[in-house]
């Protein structure tokens, strides 16, 4: 699954509350392990399938990012 269809799949998940559980959602969508969390700690090494979670600051999913 590339960025874009990773972008499609979770589009429904913009706008609902942001809780960890969400990453075990995320890597069950995509098939992608590395799922980042608001506020969690992260490498900046470049990894193709990392997914990070945008959130507000009322915990609510803005959106994703890849890196």
């Keep these: 699954m590339n960025n874009e269809e990773v972008l499609q799949a979770l589009?429904?998940?913009i706008g609902t509350p942001?809780?960890?559980?969400?990453?075990a959602t995320i890597t069950e969508?995509?098939?992608r392990a590395r799922v980042v969390?608001?506020?969690e700690i992260s490498t900046k090494?470049?990894?193709i399938d990392r997914i990070?979670?945008?959130?507000?600051?009322n915990s609510l999913i803005q959106?994703?990012?890849f890196n």
């Design 18 to 23: 942001y809780e960890p559980s969400v990453k």
């Design 52 to 57: 990070h979670i945008n959130a507000d600051a």
């Design 29 to 31: 969508i995509t098939g």
């Design 63 to 65: 959106g994703f990012s």
């Design 11 to 13: 589009a429904h998940l």
């Design 45 to 47: 090494e470049y990894d």
């Design 37 to 39: 969390g608001p506020k």
